[in-house]
């Protein structure tokens, strides 16, 4: 019985580590992306053809750029049979037409190791996710949804990387970028509801009206993952504005997306505002709910840094991990009022 519980214990901890592990990989792919390193390495998974990748053009070869546009042509054409095969058309088309994809960047060291380590915490990511799937295995007979769900996560990690990988030979097309963020919350939630599921029977929360706190946090849950996927069409236009533009004159050309992604913060602040006075009086709750405001706040701050201060590069990959934390945040928030019955 003892050593159940140890074992128990450990897959919980390991489960918790490797929730913190993504959400790290999320924070670096902020930084690839406000670094503008997306494209630091042009293929997919080596570097520059390289497991270890380049630290000067001198080593690479004169056609470098030539060879690798090629490259991604005829993994897109593969990618667009695809997309035809399963009725998208249009995007196959879009794929298959996209003048940026012939375009190849200069050799740039610092992007090309940026993106490099990336790709490495990636790995070490889906070696984390494996090692939770198999600490899962012991829990076959007992509780079979989570082997069934840690496997579930490992599979998206690799499927996670093949998406990545149609990110680079798509040069960043933009809508792919977004499913790549909206696969990572998958996963991120799916770790969530394994970790809980482990613990739920030594968890004791009596909720009071917990149907309403229920459909009032699935509304957050929602309403919040919209913010994050306008955040991303606020992003693609800023990617879209750079090239023209410089960076004080960014927000004043983005348009109509980003005041309403702006204005739609103060809805988000609002509603949780709302939710935690339904929870003043459990403390059990209280206190992920006073974590979920704070990370709500320091994100619309952060959001108003990069809206008068000219989108400082620093402030991105903070603004993008706190979007998806509090996702998770209210995720977890709503499998504990989903836990236990109303009182009578």
């Not at 706190?322 to 995720?331: D, H, M, N, R, S």
Request: some cysteine; hydrophobic content about 50%.
């Amino acid at each position: 019985m003892q050593q159940a519980a140890t074992k128990e214990r450990l897959f919980r901890r390991f489960t918790a580590v490797t929730i913190v592990a993504v959400y790290l990989l999320i924070a670096v792919g902020g930084i690839v992306r406000s670094t503008g390193s997306g494209m630091g390495c042009p293929d997919w998974p080596k570097c520059f053809g390289s497991w270890v990748p380049p630290t000067s053009v001198d080593q690479l070869p004169e056609d470098y750029k030539e060879d690798y546009v090629q490259q991604r042509v005829e993994k897109n054409v593969k990618f667009a049979e695809y997309l035809t095969a399963l009725g998208f058309d249009d995007l196959a088309y879009q794929v298959e037409n996209d003048p940026s994809i012939l375009e190849e960047e200069d050799f740039n060291a610092v992007k090309t190791w940026v993106e490099y380590v990336n790709r490495l915490i990636g790995a070490v990511i889906g070696l984390l996710i494996f090692g939770t799937f198999v600490l899962s295995i012991k829990y076959w007979k007992k509780d079979r949804p989570i082997t069934v769900l840690s496997f579930i996560a490992f599979v998206l990690v690799g499927f996670q990387g093949w998406i990545g990988s149609i990110v680079v030979s798509t040069n960043l097309l933009q809508w792919m970028i977004t499913i790549h963020m909206l696969l990572a919350i998958l996963i991120v939630c799916l770790l969530i509801y394994v970790y809980f599921r482990s613990k739920r029977n030594d968890l004791d929360i009596i909720v009071e009206n917990a149907p309403k706190l229920k459909w009032i946090t699935i509304i957050c849950l929602i309403l919040t993952l919209v913010q994050v996927v306008l955040g991303t069409q606020v992003r693609e236009g800023i990617d879209e504005i750079a090239n023209i533009a410089a960076r004080s004159e960014w927000i004043e050309n983005l348009g109509l997306t980003f005041l309403i992604h702006r204005s739609y913060s103060l809805l988000l602040v609002a509603l949780h505002v709302y939710l935690f006075y339904l929870i003043l009086k459990n403390d059990q709750l209280k206190s992920i709910l006073k974590w979920l405001i704070v990370i709500v706040l320091i994100e619309v701050l952060s959001g108003a840094i990069m809206a008068y201060f000219g989108v400082p590069a620093f402030i991105q990959p903070i603004h993008l991990l706190l979007g998806t934390l509090i996702i998770g945040v209210q995720y977890y928030l709503l499998l504990l009022i989903k836990h236990k019955k109303e009182l009578a």
